[in-house]
C-alpha cells in the first residue's frame, strides 16, 4: 500500500506557473504508474497527466498538452506537475494517484491522495 500527500497548490493569476509535488510513502515507489487527475464541484474527476514507473513514458489531457509537464524522481519518492500558461479552467482540486497496473490515461488508480487546490484567478 502506498500513501499520497500532494502540495504546492494555491491561488494564483492567469497566465502564472506552479508546481504541485505529491510525495509517497513506502519502498515500493517505482513500482507504481502515477497520475494527476482533478475535479470541481459538480463535474467528474477528470484525468490531467500520467508517467510510467520508470518516467520514460507521459501522458496528457488534450486540455493540458503543452502547457503541464508530468516528473518523477524515484529517489525521493515524489512525482510532480508543473503547470504553466495557467488558465482559469485549470481550477480545480488537483488528485495525485498511484497505480500498481499500467500506466493510463484514465481516472482509474488502486490509490489517491487528499488533493490540493488550485485556484486561478482572470
Known amino acids: 500500500q502506498v500513501q499520497l500527500v500532494e502540495s504546492g497548490g494555491g491561488l494564483v493569476q492567469a497566465g502564472a506557473s506552479l508546481r504541485l509535488s505529491c510525495a509517497a510513502s513506502?519502498?515500493?515507489?517505482?513500482?507504481?504508474?502515477m497520475g494527476w487527475c482533478r475535479q470541481t464541484p459538480g463535474k467528474e474527476r477528470e484525468f490531467v497527466a500520467a508517467?510510467?514507473?520508470?518516467?520514460?513514458?507521459?501522458y496528457y489531457a488534450d486540455s493540458v498538452k503543452g502547457r503541464f509537464t508530468i516528473s518523477r524522481d524515484n529517489d525521493k519518492n515524489t512525482v510532480y506537475l508543473q503547470m504553466n500558461s495557467l488558465k482559469p479552467d485549470d481550477t480545480a482540486l488537483y488528485y495525485c494517484?498511484?497505480?500498481?497496473?499500467?500506466?493510463?490515461?484514465?481516472?482509474?488508480?488502486?490509490?489517491w491522495g487528499q488533493g490540493t487546490q488550485v485556484t486561478v484567478s482572470s
Open positions: 508517467i510510467s514507473r520508470g518516467g520514460l513514458s507521459t
Open positions: 513506502g519502498r515500493t515507489f517505482s513500482s507504481y504508474a
Open positions: 494517484a498511484a497505480n500498481r497496473g499500467p500506466v493510463n490515461r484514465t481516472t482509474s488508480y488502486d490509490y
